[in-house]
């Protein structure tokens, strides 16, 4: 899957940095074309030479070449790659990246890089565990670059703990798996609700809530682009699609959603289910505005919506699949496990405004799946799109 793909590697200034070398044999013997940008930290732990000789191309460090004046173009260079993977990434460079320090060739690399960016961080214990690291990690999170997490183990510093990069075998398969993750639900159709829905009380005020959109339109994207064809039903969020393969049916109401979703789910293969359902609307909604000198002291009354995944559950066929979400602040598993029953639901994904990082409007989530035979999966804080990639990958290991 890694044949013919060109890949800048991105070298920093760690002591992990020989690693670079198994990473670019691995890469080369499947096939791609490796095209290394190192810091100027990074060529006191290895050599350009021993990297240009293995990549079979130059090795780019400098913005201009000092033999020739000729320039190095990072534009060019980002526009190249269909993939970046900066392996080792110190915390200094992480934090450049989080904050466009554009001071070297291989940050200007990135900053211009429109393809998918991986970074396998590398570093002590405590710099790793540092919040300052931590939030530039989480930032780059934000971007949708793909984190390779470190793994635990001896240091450099002979200290025992998280920061080790992952080794360049599991890091050459995480880009496997993306590059042939792609086309698995070609010919599947996928429905996705998204967003949050607004229940009128007049012309001028709803009941609503703070979803934003951004865990649903990313699970869209992430079903498109391994081929499905996806029916994303949004409630009135801010956010466009990009995919030419969803189309998107816009709603406010949750009985608006509910007939869209009635409506498209017998042709769909699954559904999953993000919406930020409102649980209520009032029982009327006034023509005018209601005015405070006229009305005084006001009561609403409000009335049970319709549970779209429930009903979804009610007429799902054998040969479909339903995934919802369960959004909760207090006894998570139990809440999560008892919707994942009462709405026939395959999987549950649940997320817990207790985790900081997690829920409405921000770029990441930490969730957990469970599913039908009690497996419980937790995940680490992430980007809402590698989110959204572990949700699918769930849903490629059920879908026939
Ligand atoms: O949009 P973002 O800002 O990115 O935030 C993402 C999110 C927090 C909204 C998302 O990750 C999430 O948790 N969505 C589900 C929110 C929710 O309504 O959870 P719930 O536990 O109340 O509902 C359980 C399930 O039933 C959900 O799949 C929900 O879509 C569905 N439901 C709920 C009520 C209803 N009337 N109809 C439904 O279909």
């Excluded at 899957?1 to 060109?6: A, F, Y």
């Excluded at 991986?118 to 530039?136: E, G, S, Y």
């Excluded at 005084?296 to 009610?314: C, F, K, V, Y």
Aim: net charge negative.
């Amino acid at each position: 899957m890694l044949k013919g793909k060109k890949i800048i590697l991105g070298i920093t200034g760690s002591i992990a940095a020989y690693k670079a070398t198994y990473l670019i044999c691995g890469l080369v013997k499947k096939g791609a074309e490796v095209q290394v940008v190192i810091t100027p930290a990074g060529k006191e732990f290895i050599t350009p030479v021993t990297l240009s000789a293995l990549s079979s191309h130059p090795v780019i460090s400098e913005f201009f070449s000092n033999r020739d004046g000729s320039w190095h173009s990072h534009v060019d260079l980002g526009l190249w790659a269909d993939a970046m993977l900066i392996a080792p990434a110190t915390a200094a460079s992480i934090g450049k990246m989080a904050n466009g320090i554009a001071d070297n060739m291989l940050i200007t690399t990135y900053l211009s890089c429109k393809a998918p960016v991986f970074v396998a961080p590398a570093m002590d214990l405590d710099m790793f565990a540092h919040p300052a690291t931590q939030q530039n990690i989480d930032r780059l999170r934000g971007f949708g670059n793909h984190i390779i997490e470190p793994g635990e183990g001896e240091l450099a510093s002979h200290l025992v703990g998280k920061g080790r990069m992952e080794e360049p075998d599991r890091i050459i398969e995480i880009l496997e798996e993306f590059f042939t993750g792609s086309q698995d639900l070609q010919n599947k159709k996928i429905l996705i609700t998204a967003g949050p829905t607004y229940e009128k009380i007049d012309p001028v005020r709803f009941i609503g809530n703070y979803s934003s959109g951004k865990m649903g339109f990313a699970l869209a994207e992430e079903c498109a682009r391994r081929g499905a064809e996806v029916t994303l039903v949004t409630g009135p969020v801010s956010l466009t699609v990009t995919h030419p393969q969803i189309r998107r049916i816009q709603v406010e109401s949750a009985e608006e959603m509910y007939k869209a979703a009635m409506a498209e789910y017998p042709q769909a293969d699954a559904g999953i289910l993000c919406a930020a359902v409102a649980d209520y609307r009032p029982e009327q909604v006034c023509t005018e505005k209601i005015k405070r000198e006229k009305t005084g002291e006001m009561q609403l009354r409000l009335i049970p919506n319709r549970d779209i995944a429930a009903s979804l559950g009610a007429i799902k066929r054998e040969d479909q699949l339903l995934v919802g979400f369960a959004l909760e602040t207090t006894d998570g598993l139990t809440n999560a496990a008892s919707k994942l029953e009462k709405k026939n639901l395959d999987y549950i994904v649940l997320n817990s405004l207790q985790d900081l990082g997690a829920g409405f409007q921000v770029d990441t989530n930490r969730i957990t799946i469970i599913d039908r035979k009690g497996e419980i999966t937790a995940y680490p804080l992430k980007g809402k799109k590698e989110v959204a990639q572990d949700i699918i990958h769930k849903l490629v290991t059920l879908v026939s």
